[in-house]
Protein backbone atom coordinates (compact mmCIF):
# COMPACT_ATOMS: atom_id res chain seq x y z
CA UNK A 1 0.00 0.00 0.00
CA UNK A 2 1.39 3.32 -0.95
CA UNK A 3 1.78 6.43 0.97
CA UNK A 4 -1.29 8.45 -0.32
CA UNK A 5 -3.48 5.02 -0.15
CA UNK A 6 -2.17 4.87 3.78
CA UNK A 7 -2.82 8.07 4.64
CA UNK A 8 -6.52 7.56 2.81
CA UNK A 9 -7.20 4.61 4.58
CA UNK A 10 -6.03 5.86 8.23
CA UNK A 11 -8.33 9.10 7.70
CA UNK A 12 -11.53 6.89 6.62
CA UNK A 13 -10.84 4.81 9.60
CA UNK A 14 -10.88 7.72 11.78
CA UNK A 15 -13.79 9.37 10.09
CA UNK A 16 -15.59 6.05 11.01
CA UNK A 17 -14.24 6.39 14.97
CA UNK A 18 -15.06 9.80 15.39
CA UNK A 19 -18.48 9.25 13.67
CA UNK A 20 -19.00 5.88 16.33
CA UNK A 21 -17.95 8.46 19.41
CA UNK A 22 -20.35 11.10 18.74
CA UNK A 23 -23.29 8.84 18.10
CA UNK A 24 -22.01 7.00 21.42
CA UNK A 25 -21.86 10.40 23.20
CA UNK A 26 -25.26 12.00 21.92
CA UNK A 27 -27.02 8.37 22.77
CA UNK A 28 -25.61 8.57 26.37
CA UNK A 29 -26.80 12.31 26.84
CA UNK A 30 -29.75 11.50 26.15
CA UNK A 31 -30.10 8.47 28.46
CA UNK A 32 -29.06 10.59 30.97
CA UNK A 33 -31.49 13.76 29.96
CA UNK A 34 -34.27 11.00 30.20
CA UNK A 35 -32.80 9.80 33.63
CA UNK A 36 -33.72 13.37 35.00
CA UNK A 37 -36.78 14.59 33.18
CA UNK A 38 -39.65 15.23 35.30
CA UNK A 39 -42.03 11.84 36.72
CA UNK A 40 -44.88 11.27 34.49
CA UNK A 41 -47.06 10.72 37.32
CA UNK A 42 -46.61 13.21 40.42
CA UNK A 43 -47.19 10.81 43.96
CA UNK A 44 -48.91 12.46 46.56
CA UNK A 45 -47.18 12.55 50.14
CA UNK A 46 -50.38 13.42 52.53
CA UNK A 47 -53.35 11.13 51.65
CA UNK A 48 -56.80 11.97 52.68
CA UNK A 49 -58.35 9.96 55.42
CA UNK A 50 -60.78 8.61 53.40
CA UNK A 51 -61.62 6.97 49.65
CA UNK A 52 -63.82 5.40 47.90
CA UNK A 53 -61.57 2.54 46.60
CA UNK A 54 -58.43 1.66 47.66
CA UNK A 55 -56.20 -0.52 45.15
CA UNK A 56 -53.33 -2.01 46.72
CA UNK A 57 -50.51 -2.50 43.79
CA UNK A 58 -50.25 -0.57 41.43
CA UNK A 59 -49.13 -3.95 38.79
CA UNK A 60 -50.62 -4.79 35.82
CA UNK A 61 -54.44 -4.95 37.20
CA UNK A 62 -54.24 -1.98 39.93
CA UNK A 63 -53.10 0.22 36.75
CA UNK A 64 -56.40 -0.74 34.90
CA UNK A 65 -58.24 -0.35 38.10
CA UNK A 66 -56.83 2.73 39.17
CA UNK A 67 -57.67 4.33 36.05
CA UNK A 68 -61.01 2.74 34.75
CA UNK A 69 -62.74 3.54 38.52
CA UNK A 70 -61.67 7.15 38.48
CA UNK A 71 -63.18 7.92 34.92
CA UNK A 72 -66.53 8.11 37.43
CA UNK A 73 -65.84 11.63 39.22
CA UNK A 74 -67.92 10.60 42.01
CA UNK A 75 -65.51 7.74 43.22
CA UNK A 76 -62.47 9.24 45.19
CA UNK A 77 -59.20 5.94 44.66
CA UNK A 78 -56.89 5.37 46.13
CA UNK A 79 -53.47 3.65 44.49
CA UNK A 80 -51.08 2.47 46.78
CA UNK A 81 -47.72 1.48 45.38
CA UNK A 82 -44.74 -0.67 47.35
CA UNK A 83 -42.58 1.03 45.02
CA UNK A 84 -41.92 4.26 43.28
CA UNK A 85 -40.99 4.89 39.60
CA UNK A 86 -38.89 2.84 36.89
CA UNK A 87 -36.25 4.40 35.61
CA UNK A 88 -35.70 4.94 32.12
CA UNK A 89 -34.49 1.45 30.91
CA UNK A 90 -37.89 0.14 31.58
CA UNK A 91 -39.34 2.24 28.87
CA UNK A 92 -36.87 0.92 26.19
CA UNK A 93 -38.49 -2.97 25.01
CA UNK A 94 -35.04 -4.94 24.98
CA UNK A 95 -33.59 -3.41 27.58
CA UNK A 96 -35.80 -3.45 30.59
CA UNK A 97 -34.87 -7.07 31.66
CA UNK A 98 -31.91 -5.72 32.89
CA UNK A 99 -33.87 -4.15 35.60
CA UNK A 100 -34.22 -7.96 37.30
CA UNK A 101 -32.66 -8.34 40.72
CA UNK A 102 -32.17 -4.25 40.81
CA UNK A 103 -34.13 -2.22 43.22
CA UNK A 104 -37.01 -2.48 40.95
CA UNK A 105 -37.81 -5.75 42.00
CA UNK A 106 -39.02 -7.64 44.84
CA UNK A 107 -35.99 -10.26 44.59
CA UNK A 108 -37.52 -12.90 45.53
CA UNK A 109 -36.52 -16.69 45.59
CA UNK A 110 -38.24 -19.91 45.99
CA UNK A 111 -37.26 -22.14 48.79
CA UNK A 112 -34.37 -25.23 47.72
CA UNK A 113 -36.18 -26.85 45.35
CA UNK A 114 -36.52 -31.09 46.13
CA UNK A 115 -37.45 -32.41 42.54
CA UNK A 116 -35.67 -29.61 40.75
CA UNK A 117 -33.05 -26.71 40.01
CA UNK A 118 -30.13 -28.87 40.82
CA UNK A 119 -28.15 -26.68 38.37
CA UNK A 120 -29.21 -23.25 40.35
CA UNK A 121 -27.25 -21.56 43.14
CA UNK A 122 -28.18 -23.65 46.23
CA UNK A 123 -31.50 -25.12 43.99
CA UNK A 124 -33.26 -21.86 44.18
CA UNK A 125 -34.77 -20.22 41.55
CA UNK A 126 -35.24 -16.42 41.65
CA UNK A 127 -38.61 -15.14 40.64
CA UNK A 128 -38.86 -11.75 39.50
CA UNK A 129 -41.03 -9.80 40.38
CA UNK A 130 -41.41 -5.60 39.50
CA UNK A 131 -41.49 -3.35 42.14
CA UNK A 132 -42.90 0.29 41.32
CA UNK A 133 -45.66 1.71 39.28
CA UNK A 134 -46.46 -0.76 36.62
CA UNK A 135 -45.33 -3.64 38.49
CA UNK A 136 -44.03 -6.52 36.28
CA UNK A 137 -44.47 -5.77 33.30
CA UNK A 138 -42.13 -2.98 33.26
CA UNK A 139 -39.51 -5.43 33.19
CA UNK A 140 -40.85 -8.81 31.58
CA UNK A 141 -40.16 -9.64 27.68
CA UNK A 142 -43.79 -8.01 26.85
CA UNK A 143 -44.65 -10.96 25.04
CA UNK A 144 -48.16 -10.72 23.78
CA UNK A 145 -50.78 -13.68 23.86
CA UNK A 146 -54.28 -12.95 24.42
CA UNK A 147 -56.86 -16.05 25.78
CA UNK A 148 -58.88 -18.48 23.86
CA UNK A 149 -61.87 -18.10 22.07
CA UNK A 150 -63.45 -21.01 24.04
CA UNK A 151 -64.55 -21.80 27.50
CA UNK A 152 -62.64 -24.25 29.66
CA UNK A 153 -63.36 -23.14 33.01
CA UNK A 154 -65.87 -20.40 34.30
CA UNK A 155 -63.47 -17.37 34.58
CA UNK A 156 -62.46 -17.35 31.19
CA UNK A 157 -66.29 -18.01 30.18
CA UNK A 158 -66.82 -14.45 32.38
CA UNK A 159 -63.89 -12.62 30.30
CA UNK A 160 -65.34 -13.89 26.63
CA UNK A 161 -68.26 -13.13 27.44
CA UNK A 162 -67.56 -9.46 28.23
CA UNK A 163 -65.28 -9.24 25.59
CA UNK A 164 -68.29 -10.36 23.50
CA UNK A 165 -70.20 -7.79 25.02
CA UNK A 166 -67.80 -4.58 23.93
CA UNK A 167 -67.84 -6.80 19.72
CA UNK A 168 -64.10 -7.59 20.64
CA UNK A 169 -64.99 -11.16 19.41
CA UNK A 170 -66.67 -12.25 15.73
CA UNK A 171 -67.33 -15.62 14.48
CA UNK A 172 -64.47 -18.12 13.66
CA UNK A 173 -64.24 -21.51 12.71
CA UNK A 174 -60.91 -22.24 14.65
CA UNK A 175 -61.26 -21.75 18.39
CA UNK A 176 -58.42 -19.79 19.08
CA UNK A 177 -58.50 -17.38 16.16
CA UNK A 178 -59.66 -14.30 17.45
CA UNK A 179 -57.07 -13.92 19.93
CA UNK A 180 -54.28 -16.05 19.92
CA UNK A 181 -53.17 -16.21 15.91
CA UNK A 182 -54.86 -12.93 14.88
CA UNK A 183 -54.39 -10.76 17.67
CA UNK A 184 -54.53 -7.79 15.21
CA UNK A 185 -57.68 -8.23 15.01
CA UNK A 186 -58.46 -8.53 18.83
CA UNK A 187 -56.47 -5.33 19.13
CA UNK A 188 -58.66 -3.33 16.34
CA UNK A 189 -62.08 -4.70 17.56
CA UNK A 190 -60.80 -3.78 21.29
CA UNK A 191 -59.11 -0.66 21.03
CA UNK A 192 -61.14 1.33 22.68
CA UNK A 193 -61.91 -0.91 25.87
CA UNK A 194 -58.78 -1.84 26.30
CA UNK A 195 -56.15 0.12 25.25
CA UNK A 196 -54.12 -3.00 23.77
CA UNK A 197 -51.37 -1.71 21.53
CA UNK A 198 -49.12 -4.23 19.78
CA UNK A 199 -45.92 -4.61 17.48
CA UNK A 200 -45.52 -7.75 15.38
CA UNK A 201 -41.85 -9.12 15.44
CA UNK A 202 -40.48 -9.95 11.85
CA UNK A 203 -37.42 -11.88 11.83
CA UNK A 204 -36.27 -14.91 8.95
CA UNK A 205 -35.86 -16.95 11.42
CA UNK A 206 -39.18 -16.97 12.72
CA UNK A 207 -40.17 -17.62 8.97
CA UNK A 208 -38.04 -20.44 8.75
CA UNK A 209 -39.76 -21.90 11.99
CA UNK A 210 -42.79 -21.07 10.43
CA UNK A 211 -41.41 -23.33 7.27
CA UNK A 212 -40.19 -25.88 9.21
CA UNK A 213 -43.44 -26.39 10.63
CA UNK A 214 -44.98 -26.62 6.86
CA UNK A 215 -42.98 -29.80 6.56
CA UNK A 216 -43.72 -31.51 9.56
CA UNK A 217 -47.23 -31.76 8.29
CA UNK A 218 -48.27 -30.92 12.28
CA UNK A 219 -51.97 -29.02 12.11
CA UNK A 220 -52.50 -29.25 15.20
CA UNK A 221 -49.70 -27.02 16.27
CA UNK A 222 -50.14 -23.18 15.99
CA UNK A 223 -47.30 -20.53 14.89
CA UNK A 224 -47.35 -17.25 16.46
CA UNK A 225 -45.30 -14.26 15.35
CA UNK A 226 -43.50 -12.63 18.13
CA UNK A 227 -46.19 -9.70 19.36
CA UNK A 228 -45.13 -7.72 21.59
CA UNK A 229 -47.10 -4.84 23.70
CA UNK A 230 -44.71 -1.82 22.21
CA UNK A 231 -45.73 1.53 21.24
CA UNK A 232 -44.26 4.24 19.19
CA UNK A 233 -40.44 2.40 20.76
CA UNK A 234 -41.42 2.05 23.95
CA UNK A 235 -42.79 -0.54 26.36
CA UNK A 236 -46.80 -0.45 26.14
CA UNK A 237 -47.56 -1.37 29.58
CA UNK A 238 -50.67 -0.54 31.31
CA UNK A 239 -48.94 1.60 33.76
CA UNK A 240 -48.19 3.54 30.06
CA UNK A 241 -51.80 2.68 28.48
CA UNK A 242 -53.87 3.70 31.48
CA UNK A 243 -52.58 5.08 34.49
CA UNK A 244 -50.26 7.68 32.66
CA UNK A 245 -53.06 9.29 31.14
CA UNK A 246 -55.63 8.94 34.61
CA UNK A 247 -53.33 10.33 36.75
CA UNK A 248 -54.28 13.98 36.71
CA UNK A 249 -57.37 13.22 37.49
CA UNK A 250 -57.82 15.41 41.25
CA UNK A 251 -60.49 12.05 42.20
CA UNK A 252 -57.27 9.52 41.30
CA UNK A 253 -54.24 9.79 44.29
CA UNK A 254 -51.48 7.56 44.23
CA UNK A 255 -49.14 6.87 47.08
CA UNK A 256 -45.57 5.66 45.72
CA UNK A 257 -42.98 3.77 48.28
CA UNK A 258 -45.49 2.77 50.51
CA UNK A 259 -46.35 -0.63 51.35
CA UNK A 260 -49.53 -2.21 52.80
CA UNK A 261 -48.87 -4.37 55.69
CA UNK A 262 -52.57 -5.39 56.79
CA UNK A 263 -56.39 -4.93 55.75
CA UNK A 264 -58.48 -3.56 58.75
CA UNK A 265 -61.92 -5.22 59.48
CA UNK A 266 -64.82 -5.15 61.39
CA UNK A 267 -67.10 -7.43 61.84
CA UNK A 268 -65.68 -9.26 58.73
CA UNK A 269 -66.03 -6.19 56.57
CA UNK A 270 -62.69 -4.17 54.83
CA UNK A 271 -62.89 -1.02 56.16
CA UNK A 272 -59.58 0.25 55.78
CA UNK A 273 -55.86 -0.46 55.25
CA UNK A 274 -53.11 -0.37 57.38
CA UNK A 275 -49.94 1.38 55.53
CA UNK A 276 -46.04 0.44 57.31
CA UNK A 277 -45.59 4.01 59.32
CA UNK A 278 -48.88 2.13 60.85
CA UNK A 279 -50.90 4.72 59.71
CA UNK A 280 -54.78 3.37 58.57
CA UNK A 281 -56.88 4.73 55.57
CA UNK A 282 -59.91 3.96 55.26
CA UNK A 283 -62.51 3.11 52.83
CA UNK A 284 -66.17 3.55 51.88
CA UNK A 285 -66.83 1.44 49.46
CA UNK A 286 -64.35 -1.47 48.69
CA UNK A 287 -60.90 -2.20 48.77
CA UNK A 288 -59.48 -4.40 46.14
CA UNK A 289 -55.87 -6.08 46.21
CA UNK A 290 -53.75 -6.64 43.49
CA UNK A 291 -50.79 -7.05 44.38
CA UNK A 292 -49.57 -10.54 42.58
CA UNK A 293 -49.51 -13.88 43.12
CA UNK A 294 -47.12 -13.46 46.07
CA UNK A 295 -47.97 -10.45 47.84
CA UNK A 296 -51.24 -10.97 47.56
CA UNK A 297 -51.32 -14.44 49.58
CA UNK A 298 -49.14 -12.43 52.22
CA UNK A 299 -51.23 -9.66 52.63
CA UNK A 300 -54.34 -12.08 53.38
CA UNK A 301 -52.31 -14.04 55.53
CA UNK A 302 -50.83 -11.05 57.78
CA UNK A 303 -54.52 -9.28 57.61
CA UNK A 304 -56.09 -12.81 59.44
CA UNK A 305 -57.04 -14.57 56.02
CA UNK A 306 -55.96 -18.32 55.92
CA UNK A 307 -55.43 -21.36 57.79
CA UNK A 308 -56.62 -20.69 61.34
CA UNK A 309 -54.07 -23.71 62.44
CA UNK A 310 -51.25 -21.40 60.38
CA UNK A 311 -52.39 -17.97 61.91
CA UNK A 312 -52.48 -18.94 65.23
CA UNK A 313 -48.74 -20.45 64.63
CA UNK A 314 -48.26 -16.90 63.88
CA UNK A 315 -50.00 -14.89 66.47
CA UNK A 316 -52.03 -13.66 64.50
CA UNK A 317 -55.56 -12.85 64.61
CA UNK A 318 -57.81 -14.78 62.90
CA UNK A 319 -60.57 -12.94 60.72
CA UNK A 320 -62.06 -16.11 58.92
CA UNK A 321 -60.49 -19.66 58.33
CA UNK A 322 -59.65 -19.42 54.06
CA UNK A 323 -57.30 -23.00 53.83
CA UNK A 324 -56.46 -22.46 50.34
CA UNK A 325 -54.62 -19.11 50.83
CA UNK A 326 -51.27 -19.29 49.69
CA UNK A 327 -52.39 -22.66 48.13
CA UNK A 328 -52.08 -23.70 44.42
CA UNK A 329 -49.75 -21.84 43.74
CA UNK A 330 -48.88 -23.30 39.69
CA UNK A 331 -46.31 -21.91 36.93
CA UNK A 332 -44.91 -22.68 33.31
CA UNK A 333 -41.34 -23.92 33.32
CA UNK A 334 -39.49 -24.59 30.66
CA UNK A 335 -35.74 -25.58 28.92
CA UNK A 336 -33.72 -22.99 27.27
CA UNK A 337 -31.94 -25.02 24.55
CA UNK A 338 -29.46 -23.24 22.38
CA UNK A 339 -29.31 -23.89 18.28
CA UNK A 340 -26.12 -22.68 16.69
CA UNK A 341 -26.35 -21.48 13.22
CA UNK A 342 -23.89 -20.48 10.15
CA UNK A 343 -26.26 -17.32 8.94
CA UNK A 344 -26.33 -14.02 10.20
CA UNK A 345 -29.93 -14.06 11.40
CA UNK A 346 -29.91 -13.47 14.97
CA UNK A 347 -28.99 -11.30 17.42
CA UNK A 348 -25.36 -11.05 18.39
CA UNK A 349 -23.73 -9.07 20.94
CA UNK A 350 -21.33 -7.31 18.66
CA UNK A 351 -24.98 -6.01 16.89
CA UNK A 352 -26.40 -5.21 19.95
CA UNK A 353 -23.54 -2.98 21.56
CA UNK A 354 -23.27 -0.97 18.35
CA UNK A 355 -23.02 2.07 18.56
CA UNK A 356 -25.37 2.92 15.39
CA UNK A 357 -28.00 1.27 17.20
CA UNK A 358 -28.10 3.06 20.15
CA UNK A 359 -28.04 6.18 17.93
CA UNK A 360 -31.17 4.94 16.11
CA UNK A 361 -32.75 4.17 18.93
CA UNK A 362 -32.35 7.66 20.85
CA UNK A 363 -33.59 9.47 17.92
CA UNK A 364 -35.80 7.53 15.72
CA UNK A 365 -36.88 4.73 18.47
CA UNK A 366 -36.53 2.32 15.98
CA UNK A 367 -34.02 -0.90 15.69
CA UNK A 368 -33.10 -3.73 18.15
CA UNK A 369 -33.80 -1.81 21.21
CA UNK A 370 -37.04 -0.71 19.53
CA UNK A 371 -37.84 -4.58 19.48
CA UNK A 372 -38.69 -8.01 21.81
CA UNK A 373 -36.00 -10.50 21.74
CA UNK A 374 -38.86 -13.27 21.13
CA UNK A 375 -39.28 -13.74 17.18
CA UNK A 376 -42.05 -16.57 17.38
CA UNK A 377 -43.88 -19.22 19.24
CA UNK A 378 -45.43 -22.62 18.71
CA UNK A 379 -48.32 -24.24 21.11
CA UNK A 380 -49.67 -27.49 21.04
CA UNK A 381 -52.37 -28.53 23.28
CA UNK A 382 -49.89 -29.46 26.06
CA UNK A 383 -46.65 -27.90 25.13
CA UNK A 384 -45.12 -24.63 23.78
CA UNK A 385 -42.05 -23.01 22.25
CA UNK A 386 -40.52 -19.59 22.36
CA UNK A 387 -37.79 -18.71 19.93
CA UNK A 388 -35.66 -15.88 21.07
CA UNK A 389 -33.90 -14.44 17.97
CA UNK A 390 -30.15 -14.16 19.91
CA UNK A 391 -28.15 -15.80 22.21
CA UNK A 392 -28.03 -15.09 26.25
CA UNK A 393 -24.90 -13.39 27.21
CA UNK A 394 -23.83 -14.87 30.49
CA UNK A 395 -23.65 -11.01 32.07
CA UNK A 396 -26.56 -10.00 33.79
CA UNK A 397 -28.22 -13.57 32.65
CA UNK A 398 -26.54 -16.13 34.80
CA UNK A 399 -27.14 -14.01 37.83
CA UNK A 400 -30.52 -13.14 36.97
CA UNK A 401 -31.60 -16.95 36.73
CA UNK A 402 -29.13 -17.69 39.53
CA UNK A 403 -27.94 -20.52 37.89
CA UNK A 404 -24.79 -22.15 38.58
CA UNK A 405 -21.77 -21.20 36.60
CA UNK A 406 -21.32 -24.45 35.04
CA UNK A 407 -24.99 -24.64 34.60
CA UNK A 408 -24.85 -21.31 32.43
CA UNK A 409 -21.49 -21.90 30.40
CA UNK A 410 -23.35 -25.42 28.94
CA UNK A 411 -26.45 -24.37 28.47
CA UNK A 412 -24.98 -21.76 26.30
CA UNK A 413 -21.76 -22.33 25.64
CA UNK A 414 -20.87 -19.23 23.22
CA UNK A 415 -22.58 -16.55 25.50
CA UNK A 416 -19.44 -14.19 25.73
CA UNK A 417 -18.79 -14.55 21.82
CA UNK A 418 -19.70 -11.46 20.73
CA UNK A 419 -19.85 -12.49 17.14
CA UNK A 420 -21.35 -15.98 17.11
CA UNK A 421 -24.58 -16.46 15.24
CA UNK A 422 -27.20 -18.37 17.40
CA UNK A 423 -30.59 -18.45 19.00
CA UNK A 424 -32.80 -19.67 22.19
CA UNK A 425 -35.63 -22.14 22.26
CA UNK A 426 -37.68 -22.20 25.48
CA UNK A 427 -39.43 -25.83 25.26
CA UNK A 428 -42.15 -25.75 28.58
CA UNK A 429 -45.06 -27.16 29.20
CA UNK A 430 -48.76 -25.43 29.33
CA UNK A 431 -50.49 -27.27 31.61
CA UNK A 432 -48.09 -27.94 34.38
CA UNK A 433 -49.37 -30.16 37.13
CA UNK A 434 -47.21 -29.46 39.91
CA UNK A 435 -48.50 -27.56 43.00
CA UNK A 436 -46.58 -25.14 45.05
CA UNK A 437 -47.57 -22.87 48.20
CA UNK A 438 -47.11 -19.07 49.89
CA UNK A 439 -47.09 -19.10 53.00
CA UNK A 440 -44.88 -17.01 56.08
CA UNK A 441 -42.15 -17.91 57.95
CA UNK A 442 -42.10 -17.73 62.32
CA UNK A 443 -40.74 -13.75 61.51
CA UNK A 444 -43.21 -13.18 59.34
CA UNK A 445 -41.30 -13.13 56.18
CA UNK A 446 -42.66 -14.85 52.47
CA UNK A 447 -41.88 -18.14 52.29
CA UNK A 448 -42.08 -19.20 48.40
CA UNK A 449 -42.05 -22.84 47.36
CA UNK A 450 -43.24 -23.75 43.74
CA UNK A 451 -41.98 -27.21 43.83
CA UNK A 452 -41.33 -27.71 40.45
CA UNK A 453 -41.42 -31.23 38.85
CA UNK A 454 -43.31 -32.82 42.15
CA UNK A 455 -45.63 -34.40 39.57
CA UNK A 456 -43.42 -36.34 37.08
CA UNK A 457 -46.20 -35.88 34.18
CA UNK A 458 -44.30 -32.35 34.12
CA UNK A 459 -40.95 -34.07 33.32
CA UNK A 460 -42.54 -35.98 30.71
CA UNK A 461 -44.15 -32.52 28.97
CA UNK A 462 -41.26 -31.04 29.40
CA UNK A 463 -39.46 -33.59 27.35
CA UNK A 464 -42.01 -33.77 24.61
CA UNK A 465 -41.23 -29.73 23.62
CA UNK A 466 -37.43 -30.98 23.89
CA UNK A 467 -38.39 -33.29 21.14
CA UNK A 468 -40.26 -31.20 19.33
CA UNK A 469 -37.24 -28.81 18.87
CA UNK A 470 -35.08 -32.10 17.69
CA UNK A 471 -37.25 -32.31 14.92
CA UNK A 472 -37.89 -28.99 13.53
CA UNK A 473 -34.28 -28.89 13.56
CA UNK A 474 -33.64 -31.96 11.34
CA UNK A 475 -36.29 -29.87 8.90
CA UNK A 476 -34.79 -29.04 5.59
CA UNK A 477 -35.32 -25.38 6.63
CA UNK A 478 -33.63 -25.32 9.68
CA UNK A 479 -30.71 -26.82 8.12
CA UNK A 480 -30.13 -24.73 5.30
CA UNK A 481 -29.03 -22.44 8.19
CA UNK A 482 -26.29 -24.83 9.92
CA UNK A 483 -28.66 -25.24 12.63
CA UNK A 484 -26.78 -27.35 15.65
CA UNK A 485 -29.00 -27.94 18.62
CA UNK A 486 -26.32 -27.91 21.86
CA UNK A 487 -27.47 -29.97 25.06
CA UNK A 488 -25.53 -29.48 27.96
CA UNK A 489 -23.27 -31.39 29.81
CA UNK A 490 -23.99 -31.59 33.20
CA UNK A 491 -21.85 -33.25 35.70
CA UNK A 492 -25.14 -34.78 37.33
CA UNK A 493 -26.42 -36.12 34.14
CA UNK A 494 -23.46 -37.75 32.81
CA UNK A 495 -23.54 -41.28 34.08
CA UNK A 496 -22.67 -43.76 31.95
CA UNK A 497 -26.18 -45.84 32.86
CA UNK A 498 -28.16 -42.92 31.59
CA UNK A 499 -30.54 -43.99 28.43
CA UNK A 500 -31.21 -40.84 26.45
CA UNK A 501 -34.64 -40.66 28.07
CA UNK A 502 -32.89 -40.96 31.38
CA UNK A 503 -30.47 -38.05 29.95
CA UNK A 504 -32.49 -35.47 28.94
CA UNK A 505 -35.24 -35.90 32.37
CA UNK A 506 -32.31 -35.00 34.28
CA UNK A 507 -31.27 -31.44 32.31
CA UNK A 508 -34.91 -30.86 32.69
CA UNK A 509 -35.10 -31.29 36.34
CA UNK A 510 -31.15 -29.37 36.29
CA UNK A 511 -32.03 -26.70 34.15
CA UNK A 512 -35.81 -25.98 33.64
CA UNK A 513 -36.29 -22.56 34.48
CA UNK A 514 -39.40 -20.33 35.66
CA UNK A 515 -41.05 -18.72 32.84
CA UNK A 516 -42.09 -16.41 35.80
CA UNK A 517 -45.82 -17.06 35.25
CA UNK A 518 -46.69 -18.08 39.34
CA UNK A 519 -50.22 -17.82 39.68
CA UNK A 520 -53.28 -19.32 41.43
CA UNK A 521 -52.33 -18.64 45.10
CA UNK A 522 -55.81 -17.28 45.85
CA UNK A 523 -57.79 -18.95 43.26
CA UNK A 524 -61.30 -18.48 42.06
CA UNK A 525 -63.79 -21.21 42.64
CA UNK A 526 -66.26 -23.21 44.54
CA UNK A 527 -64.42 -25.42 46.38
CA UNK A 528 -63.28 -25.60 49.80
CA UNK A 529 -59.52 -23.88 48.54
CA UNK A 530 -61.51 -21.40 46.74
CA UNK A 531 -60.15 -18.05 48.26
CA UNK A 532 -62.59 -15.71 45.74
CA UNK A 533 -66.22 -16.51 44.31
CA UNK A 534 -66.10 -15.61 40.21
CA UNK A 535 -67.00 -12.19 41.20
CA UNK A 536 -63.55 -11.82 42.47
CA UNK A 537 -65.21 -11.38 45.85
CA UNK A 538 -62.80 -12.60 49.02
CA UNK A 539 -65.08 -15.37 50.42
CA UNK A 540 -65.80 -15.30 54.07
CA UNK A 541 -65.67 -10.76 54.10
CA UNK A 542 -67.45 -8.25 52.62
CA UNK A 543 -66.17 -5.30 50.21
CA UNK A 544 -63.22 -7.07 49.98
CA UNK A 545 -61.77 -8.28 46.33
CA UNK A 546 -58.57 -9.63 44.47
CA UNK A 547 -57.91 -9.00 41.00
CA UNK A 548 -54.49 -10.60 40.28
CA UNK A 549 -53.00 -13.49 38.93
CA UNK A 550 -53.57 -15.13 42.21
CA UNK A 551 -56.92 -16.02 41.49
CA UNK A 552 -56.30 -18.14 38.34
CA UNK A 553 -57.20 -21.16 39.34
CA UNK A 554 -55.07 -23.17 36.82
CA UNK A 555 -52.16 -22.65 34.64
CA UNK A 556 -53.07 -20.26 31.90
CA UNK A 557 -53.03 -21.68 27.98
CA UNK A 558 -51.42 -18.42 27.27
CA UNK A 559 -49.29 -15.66 28.58
CA UNK A 560 -51.00 -14.43 31.58
CA UNK A 561 -50.71 -10.61 31.46
CA UNK A 562 -53.48 -9.91 28.41
CA UNK A 563 -55.36 -12.16 30.80
CA UNK A 564 -55.01 -10.28 33.89
CA UNK A 565 -55.47 -7.21 31.82
CA UNK A 566 -58.69 -7.85 30.69
CA UNK A 567 -59.66 -9.46 33.94
CA UNK A 568 -59.43 -5.61 35.37
CA UNK A 569 -61.38 -4.39 32.80
CA UNK A 570 -64.01 -6.92 33.55
CA UNK A 571 -64.32 -6.33 37.25
CA UNK A 572 -64.04 -2.32 36.41
CA UNK A 573 -67.00 -2.63 34.45
CA UNK A 574 -69.14 -4.60 37.60
CA UNK A 575 -68.15 -1.35 39.79
CA UNK A 576 -69.00 1.05 37.55
CA UNK A 577 -72.53 -0.52 36.88
Known sequence: MNISKKMTYIAQNKFKLFLIICASGISFSYY????WIPSEI???NNPNRNYTYIIVGA??????????LSKNSQNQVLLVEAGGHFNVLS???FLAVFLQK???DWNYETVPQKWSSTGFYNKKQALSRGKGLGGTNQLNFLIYNGINNQSTWELQDSLLQYLRSKRCLIKSNYLDEILLRNTRICVKKCKPYSSIRIQRTESELGNILKQSLKELNLPAIKYSKGDASIHKGERWSTYRSHLVPAASRKNLHILCNTEVTKIIFKDKRAIGVQLHNNRIIYSESEIIISAGSINTPKLLLLSGLGNE??????NITTIHNLPGVGLNLHDHIAIPIYVEIKEPLSLTLRKVINPIEVFNYAFNKKGIFNSSPVAAFLQSSKNFLILFIGSTPEDPFRTVANYLPETFKNLFPFANDYNHEGFVFLAGCKHTQSRGFVSLNPNKTVVIDPQYFQNGEDVECVKDAMTLVQQLLNTTSFKRIGSKMHLPQLR???????TRDAYLKCIIRAAAITMYHQAGTCKM???TLAVVDHNFRVKGVTRLRIVDASVLPRPSNNFPNTVITIMAEYVSSLLNI
Not at 32 to 35: A, D, I, K, Q, V
Not at 59 to 68: D, H
Not at 309 to 314: A, C, F, G, V
Open 32 to 35: LYCL
Open 42 to 44: TCV
Open 59 to 68: GTSGCVLASR
Open 91 to 93: KIP
Open 102 to 104: SNY
Open 309 to 314: QLLREL
Open 492 to 498: QCSSSNF
Open 525 to 527: GND
